[in-house]
């Protein structure tokens, strides 16, 4: 069992920047891929960002590519999503989500394990 508690959303203009971070705990949570998804209202949950459980490997959908980074801080079993350069269409509930296995990209259905979200909210 993997717990995941997301945390760093908000309220921020365009072309700002927001840190989001998941940490995660229990059994094993370190070696888990750790995704990031958003779900905008009235739309399917879509994949953001991937990160292998040590950090080797990370992939972006390309409409962040270039914006977000994800990265891992293992002594605090943390994983960050740097958004920068925020547009309007960013706006959504985020989660992260632990995964078993590398996809690339991933769909929300290969996650096993899900945090409750947080709230980005982009305004012009």
């Known amino acids: 069992q993997v717990q995941l508690v997301e945390s760093g959303g908000g309220l921020v203009q365009a072309g700002g920047s927001l840190r989001l971070s998941c940490e995660a705990s229990?059994?094993?949570?370190?070696?888990?891929?750790i995704e990031w998804f958003r779900q905008a209202p009235g739309k399917e949950r879509e994949f953001v960002a991937a990160i292998s459980g040590r950090g080797g490997m990370t992939y972006y959908d390309e409409s962040v590519k270039g914006r977000f980074t994800v990265s891992i801080e293992d002594a605090k079993n943390t994983v960050y999503l740097q958004m920068n350069s925020l547009k309007l269409e960013d706006t959504a509930v985020y989660y992260c989500?632990?995964?078993?296995?590398?996809?690339?990209?991933?769909?929300?259905?290969?996650?096993?394990?899900w945090g409750q979200g947080t709230q980005v909210t982009v305004s012009s």
């Open positions: 229990g059994r094993n949570s370190d070696r888990y891929v």
């Open positions: 989500a632990a995964d078993v296995r590398w996809h690339a990209p991933p769909t929300a259905t290969d996650a096993v394990y």
